[in-house]
């Protein structure tokens, strides 16, 4: 299958997923450029979805409908020569008629397909687009061979007959279709012209009402420039003239005549008509054959977008370089401890506050709380130099109970519970843990990490009775001061 | 042969977003676990993002820094010897890892740290500068590896954004980034590659070339994106159904019309979503407007009018419901048109192909029912705002998205608005499920998607001018 087979059927494939590509056809595609990745897919899918078949189909019945519609022309222009000009009652041919009936509709309709061609916008030609959508139905429906078999045939034909007649490929497939269809009736015209100037004996005079003898004259040496440059035999003017009004010449002069004027005519049907029309149409062809190998798939295409972070994802697949060996320390989410705190915290003597990393408020806040219950100075730990003086003074005090404030909206950390764990300088340390907020707990947000700091305080043996919230814009809990240890 | 690689170590402190930032990159929701507490990175993990056939950039997610002060005063203690570095200090805390089982997940951090070639330190800007923070810095500075911190969730912590600048240059850390998890910019994302280039002059060339290769791949995700919402304004226009004249048909055929036009809808949404790689289960995460494919709000509904603050001067119809009549004018002009081009066949058979429908409804007493302007209206500003959020939505984003917040130009209509309309409406082959006899070529069609999607993309121009 060459290139423009493949991406056919590749754009095949895209019109029968429709919108989004399917991404069953797994392959490894990330070790091909993306055409080859394309092009490895496509024969993916086409195990599948069976679309060449169709395609296939689709060519060759457009090939055979116009192939069909040459035999005819061919057959209709042979036979305007034998209806038109020449028949077994007439022993005479018209040389102005005969010119009017093949070259004069040739060039009117050249020249049409010169505007239509190249003023893209002067003449729409839908109409001739479906007139021949008509004819391939007809045929298809004639031949009858693909038409039920595949359940995407209606889309097929459809995206078929788009490529090869729309704005990609439309103006030179109509137009090599016309240079075709024109050589056809024109070389059955030559052809037939030939065969009867060949079996039969005819004079040529000419007869015109509007045209003077002087316009025929020139008409006729235009004609005759060519063949007289070639040195093929053509009527003299003399011999114009003399046609005119059909003047019997003697038998070897008007046998010359006979064969410079049938030389005349045929030579014009090929030269002046056929001619052009073959090499339009070689033109044409050829341009077919370059748009064919020219086409290219429309990348920019929502489908052929999805496609391609299918074949070539912007991220591969994760992987886990470095696991965590430690799988029982990991976050629990399911076994989430409730956020119930002790509303009514009676706060210890001997015990030692410390601010753990809290910000100007939260410390206001956390200054005037121990200032009503005790009588030291609030260290804020915020680095190792705060931490290390902390943990000293904590010592030095000998207290038997840690107060830890902390705010309730930052993340608790394995640093905040390896420091915890330090302030438990003796094994009978009870630690305690005052939130300290802006809102009510009822946020949901505040709520949430409320569960995390109780999670995490229970692995310093902080169970929720020695937990506490303090909302500053809400009534402190009952917290009273304790009379004795305990 | 094996691809050449550009490793990424992101690092920073726990909950700073480092795995949201990898998601965004990504653009992959799947990608690691996103929770608002510490810890929930435990593996390094690691994806690759394509640079090219023979480049890859390799970029790990690692546990987060917790518990620096300790690590840090740990890697200080380490005896070693006068000429030694930072890199040797390092190498001694991993060869003694075992006697600190505690900090077995900065160890990880200290392994990505020495095996790749730059880091990103990730920071939560709404954080305040604490003395743990300047512990990380010293530890990602004994690896003598390029930093880029990258500042995280600068919308809500723009307070604070000084206070970190100054902080990471006195820290001689200038070339940081500024980046959002939740109201992602393209540009930011190129700001990071962009400074990878500053700092790994070796690597420039790769790095241009995974530049360019995600500017292209944005440009053209947007041209799709913007090219299916004009095709879904297109074909929605071109929708047309034949009814009776009474009552009982227009109401059973306006049905149709709506359901016919809600499909068209649903295929539009589901083609966008799958182009920004959004998958059902990240839809049902971040709590778009749009349930099991679907939108959630009907298109007909008329709560649309105040979700996209349409206004309305005229009462709202319900649904569908304008019938359209022959254009003689038209069928005059392409008539002579035809005429003077030659061909009476030709001539009669266009007319014919083009208002044959419409004469013969005229005649039987059908009328044709589509979509009326306020349907349309609605359906262009609702896939206008999905559009700027899918672009806006970074693949961590957890936060809940109102389209109604979404600052769109989606209550003005473009100038040749009723144009495209009045274009659409006159070609009923366009939309397939018409069944139009019509004939079928589409260069027009195409050529009017062009003119909308690029009317879309002047839009889209502006919203970016106006977010930057």
Same mark, same amino acid.
């Given at each position: 299958?060459?290139?423009?087979?493949?991406?056919?059927?590749?754009?095949?494939?895209?019109?029968?997923?429709k919108?989004?590509?399917?991404?069953?056809?797994?392959?490894?595609?990330?070790?091909?450029?993306l055409?080859?990745?394309?092009?490895?897919?496509?024969?993916?899918?086409?195990?599948?979805?069976?679309?060449?078949?169709?395609?296939?189909?689709?060519?060759?019945?457009?090939?055979?409908?116009?192939?069909?519609?040459?035999?005819?022309?061919?057959?209709?222009?042979?036979?305007?020569?034998?209806?038109?000009?020449?028949?077994?009652?007439?022993t005479?041919?018209?040389?102005?008629?005969?010119?009017?009936?093949?070259?004069?509709?040739?060039?009117?309709?050249?020249?049409?397909?010169?505007?239509?061609?190249?003023?893209?916008?002067?003449? $729409? #030609?839908?109409?001739? !687009?479906? &007139?021949?959508?008509?004819? /391939?139905?007809l @045929?298809?429906?004639?031949?009858? +061979?693909?038409?039920?078999?595949?359940?995407?045939?209606?889309?097929?034909?459809?995206?078929?007959?788009?490529?090869?007649?729309?704005?990609?490929?439309?103006?030179v497939?109509?137009?090599?279709?016309?240079?075709?269809w024109?050589?056809?009736y024109?070389?059955?015209?030559?052809?037939?012209?030939?065969?009867?100037?060949?079996?039969?004996?005819?004079?040529?005079?000419?007869?015109?009402?509007?045209?003077?003898?002087?316009?025929?004259?020139?008409?006729?040496?235009?004609?005759?420039?060519?063949?007289?440059?070639?040195?093929?035999?053509?009527p003299?003017?003399?011999?114009?003239?003399?046609?005119?009004?059909?003047?019997?010449?003697?038998?070897?002069?008007?046998?010359?005549?006979?064969?410079?004027?049938?030389?005349?005519?045929?030579? $014009? #049907?090929?030269?002046? !008509?056929? &001619?052009?029309?073959?090499? /339009?149409?070689? @033109?044409?062809?050829?341009?077919? +054959?370059?748009?064919?190998?020219?086409?290219?798939?429309?990348?920019?295409?929502?489908?052929?977008?999805?496609?391609?972070?299918?074949?070539?994802?912007?991220?591969?697949?994760?992987?886990?370089s470095?696991?965590?060996?430690?799988?029982?320390?990991a976050?629990?989410?399911?076994?989430?401890?409730?956020?119930?705190?002790?509303?009514s915290?009676?706060?210890?003597?001997?015990?030692?506050?410390?601010?753990?990393?809290?910000?100007?408020?939260?410390?206001?806040?956390?200054?005037?709380?121990?200032?009503?219950?005790?009588?030291?100075?609030?260290?804020?730990?915020?680095?190792?130099?705060?931490?290390?003086?902390?943990l000293?003074?904590?010592?030095?005090?000998?207290?038997?109970?840690?107060?830890?404030?902390?705010?309730?909206?930052?993340?608790?950390?394995?640093?905040?519970?390896?420091?915890?764990?330090?302030?438990?300088?003796?094994?009978?340390?009870?630690?305690?843990?005052?939130?300290l907020?802006?809102?009510?707990v009822n946020?949901?947000?505040?709520?949430?990490?409320?569960?995390?700091?109780?999670?995490?305080?229970?692995?310093?043996?902080?169970?929720?009775?020695?937990?506490?919230?303090?909302?500053?814009?809400?009534?402190?809990?009952?917290?009273?001061?304790?009379?004795?240890n305990? | 042969?094996?691809?050449?690689l550009?490793?990424?170590?992101?690092?920073?402190?726990?909950?700073?977003?480092?795995?949201?930032?990898?998601?965004?990159?990504l653009?992959?929701?799947?990608?690691?676990?996103?929770?608002?507490?510490?810890?929930?990175?435990?593996?390094?993990?690691?994806?690759?993002?394509?640079?090219?056939?023979?480049?890859?950039?390799?970029?790990?997610?690692?546990?987060?820094?917790?518990?620096?002060?300790?690590?840090?005063?740990?890697?200080?203690?380490?005896?070693?010897?006068?000429?030694?570095?930072?890199?040797?200090?390092?190498?001694?805390?991993?060869?003694?890892?075992?006697?600190?089982?505690?900090?077995?997940?900065?160890?990880?951090?200290?392994?990505?740290?020495?095996?790749?070639?730059?880091?990103?330190?990730?920071?939560?800007?709404?954080?305040?500068?604490?003395?743990k923070?300047?512990?990380?810095?010293?530890?990602?500075?004994?690896?003598a590896?390029?930093?880029?911190?990258?500042?995280?969730?600068?919308?809500?912590?723009?307070?604070?954004?000084?206070?970190?600048?100054?902080?990471?240059?006195?820290?001689?850390?200038?070339?940081?980034?500024?980046?959002?998890?939740?109201?992602?910019?393209?540009s930011?994302?190129?700001?990071?590659?962009?400074?990878?280039?500053?700092?790994?002059?070796?690597?420039?060339?790769?790095?241009?070339?995974?530049?360019?290769?995600?500017?292209?791949?944005?440009?053209?995700?947007?041209?799709?994106?913007?090219?299916?919402?004009?095709?879904?304004?297109?074909?929605?226009?071109?929708?047309?159904?034949?009814?009776d004249?009474?009552?009982?048909?227009?109401?059973?055929?306006?049905?149709?019309?709506?359901?016919?036009?809600?499909?068209?809808?649903?295929?539009?949404?589901?083609?966008?979503?799958a182009?920004?790689?959004f998958?059902?289960?990240?839809?049902?995460?971040?709590?778009?407007?749009?349930?099991?494919?679907?939108?959630?709000l009907?298109?007909f509904?008329?709560?649309?009018l105040?979700?996209?603050?349409?206004k309305?001067?005229?009462?709202?119809?319900?649904?569908?419901?304008?019938?359209?009549?022959?254009?003689?004018?038209?069928?005059?002009?392409?008539?002579?048109?035809?005429?003077?081009?030659?061909?009476?066949?030709?001539?009669?058979?266009?007319?014919?192909?083009?208002?044959?429908?419409?004469?013969?409804?005229?005649?039987?007493?059908?009328?044709?029912?589509?979509?009326?302007?306020?349907?349309?209206?609605?359906?262009?500003?609702?896939?206008?705002?999905?559009?700027?959020?899918?672009?806006?939505?970074?693949?961590?984003?957890?936060t809940?998205?109102?389209l109604?917040?979404?600052?769109?130009?989606?209550?003005?209509?473009?100038?040749?608005?009723?144009?495209?309309?009045?274009?659409?409406?006159?070609?009923?082959?366009?939309?397939?499920?018409?069944?139009?006899?019509?004939?079928?070529?589409?260069?027009?069609?195409?050529?009017?998607?062009?003119?909308?999607?690029?009317?879309?993309?002047?839009?889209?121009?502006?919203?970016?001018?106006?977010?930057?």
């Amino acid at each position: 299958m060459d290139l423009y087979q493949n991406r056919l059927l590749t754009e095949g494939i895209r019109i029968i997923e429709k919108s989004s590509p399917s991404n069953r056809f797994n392959a490894d595609y990330s070790t091909l450029n993306l055409s080859d990745a394309l092009s490895k897919r496509t024969q993916l899918a086409e195990l599948r979805y069976q679309a060449s078949s169709v395609l296939r189909h689709l060519q060759q019945l457009l090939t055979f409908s116009i192939g069909l519609m040459c035999v005819f022309f061919l057959i209709v222009g042979a036979s305007s020569v034998s209806q038109f000009l020449v028949n077994e009652s007439s022993t005479q041919i018209n040389f102005f008629w005969a010119i009017v009936l093949f070259i004069a509709p040739n060039i009117l309709s050249l020249i049409i397909w010169c505007i239509v061609y190249f003023r893209r916008h002067v003449l $729409s #030609l839908p109409w001739l !687009a479906n &007139l021949i959508l008509s004819m /391939l139905t007809l @045929v298809d429906k004639l031949q009858h +061979k693909v038409s039920t078999k595949h359940i995407h045939y209606i889309d097929l034909f459809q995206f078929y007959f788009e490529h090869r007649f729309g704005a990609y490929m439309g103006r030179v497939q109509l137009s090599l279709i016309s240079h075709l269809w024109w050589s056809s009736y024109l070389l059955g015209a030559t052809l037939s012209l030939f065969l009867v100037l060949a079996t039969h004996q005819v004079d040529f005079i000419w007869q015109t009402t509007i045209l003077s003898e002087d316009t025929f004259l020139k008409l006729t040496q235009w004609l005759t420039y060519l063949p007289n440059l070639l040195a093929i035999n053509v009527p003299t003017p003399s011999d114009v003239s003399h046609a005119s009004i059909g003047t019997v010449n003697p038998l070897q002069v008007a046998q010359e005549i006979r064969i410079s004027w049938s030389n005349l005519l045929i030579f $014009s #049907l090929i030269v002046y !008509a056929l &001619l052009p029309r073959i090499i /339009l149409m070689l @033109v044409f062809y050829q341009s077919i +054959k370059q748009k064919k190998k020219n086409f290219q798939l429309d990348l920019s295409d929502a489908y052929y977008i999805q496609l391609k972070n299918i074949l070539h994802p912007i991220g591969k697949a994760s992987f886990i370089s470095d696991a965590d060996l430690h799988q029982g320390n990991a976050n629990n989410h399911q076994n989430k401890e409730s956020s119930q705190y002790n509303q009514s915290l009676v706060m210890p003597k001997n015990a030692y506050p410390i601010a753990i990393e809290l910000n100007q408020r939260n410390l206001q806040q956390a200054d005037k709380h121990v200032l009503k219950h005790y009588s030291v100075d609030l260290i804020n730990v915020l680095d190792n130099i705060s931490q290390q003086a902390a943990l000293s003074a904590l010592k030095s005090s000998a207290a038997a109970h840690v107060i830890l404030y902390v705010d309730v909206k930052r993340v608790p950390d394995r640093g905040w519970l390896s420091f915890a764990k330090k302030c438990q300088y003796k094994s009978n340390v009870q630690l305690y843990l005052l939130l300290l907020a802006d809102h009510p707990v009822n946020k949901a947000k505040i709520a949430s990490r409320l569960e995390d700091w109780i999670e995490i305080a229970a692995k310093v043996n902080i169970s929720s009775q020695y937990i506490t919230y303090l909302g500053q814009k809400m009534t402190p809990p009952n917290i009273h001061q304790e009379v004795e240890n305990g | 042969m094996d691809k050449e690689l550009l490793s990424v170590a992101v690092v920073g402190h726990a909950n700073t977003g480092k795995t949201s930032l990898i998601r965004t990159l990504l653009r992959d929701a799947s990608f690691g676990e996103i929770a608002d507490k510490a810890g929930t990175t435990r593996h390094v993990e690691g994806a690759e993002i394509r640079v090219d056939d023979n480049h890859n950039l390799v970029i790990y997610d690692t546990p987060g820094l917790e518990d620096s002060i300790h690590l840090l005063s740990v890697i200080d203690e380490q005896s070693i010897s006068e000429h030694d570095d930072g890199i040797d200090r390092l190498l001694s805390f991993i060869k003694n890892e075992n006697s600190y089982p505690e900090l077995s997940q900065e160890l990880k951090v200290l392994k990505a740290l020495l095996s790749n070639d730059i880091i990103f330190y990730v920071i939560d800007i709404r954080e305040p500068i604490l003395g743990k923070y300047r512990d990380e810095l010293k530890i990602l500075s004994y690896a003598a590896k390029p930093i880029i911190p990258v500042l995280n969730f600068i919308e809500a912590g723009s307070d604070n954004m000084r206070n970190w600048q100054t902080q990471l240059a006195r820290l001689n850390l200038h070339a940081h980034v500024s980046f959002d998890s939740v109201v992602f910019r393209f540009s930011d994302e190129l700001k990071i590659y962009q400074k990878m280039q500053t700092l790994l002059a070796h690597r420039e060339q790769q790095l241009e070339a995974l530049i360019e290769q995600r500017k292209v791949q944005w440009q053209q995700r947007e041209k799709a994106a913007q090219q299916l919402i004009a095709r879904l304004l297109v074909e929605a226009a071109a929708c047309r159904f034949k009814a009776d004249n009474n009552e009982q048909s227009i109401a059973k055929i306006s049905n149709q019309l709506q359901v016919t036009i809600r499909d068209l809808e649903t295929s539009a949404l589901n083609q966008l979503l799958a182009l920004y790689q959004f998958k059902q289960q990240d839809i049902d995460q971040y709590d778009l407007p749009i349930q099991q494919g679907q939108w959630e709000l009907d298109l007909f509904s008329s709560d649309n009018l105040q979700e996209f603050g349409i206004k309305v001067t005229s009462n709202f119809v319900k649904g569908a419901g304008i019938g359209v009549a022959v254009d003689l004018v038209a069928a005059g002009l392409t008539l002579g048109a035809a005429a003077v081009a030659g061909g009476v066949m030709g001539v009669l058979w266009g007319v014919k192909q083009r208002y044959y429908d419409e004469i013969h409804a005229k005649v039987k007493g059908h009328r044709y029912l589509c979509a009326d302007d306020l349907t349309l209206h609605i359906l262009w500003a609702r896939q206008l705002s999905l559009l700027i959020a899918l672009q806006q939505r970074g693949h961590a984003s957890v936060t809940k998205l109102s389209l109604a917040q979404i600052n769109s130009e989606k209550t003005t209509l473009p100038k040749p608005w009723n144009q495209w309309l009045k274009s659409a409406r006159q070609h009923p082959q366009w939309l397939d499920s018409n069944n139009s006899e019509q004939p079928p070529l589409k260069a027009k069609k195409q050529l009017l998607i062009k003119q909308i999607s690029e009317s879309l993309a002047a839009i889209s121009n502006d919203t970016s001018s106006k977010t930057n």
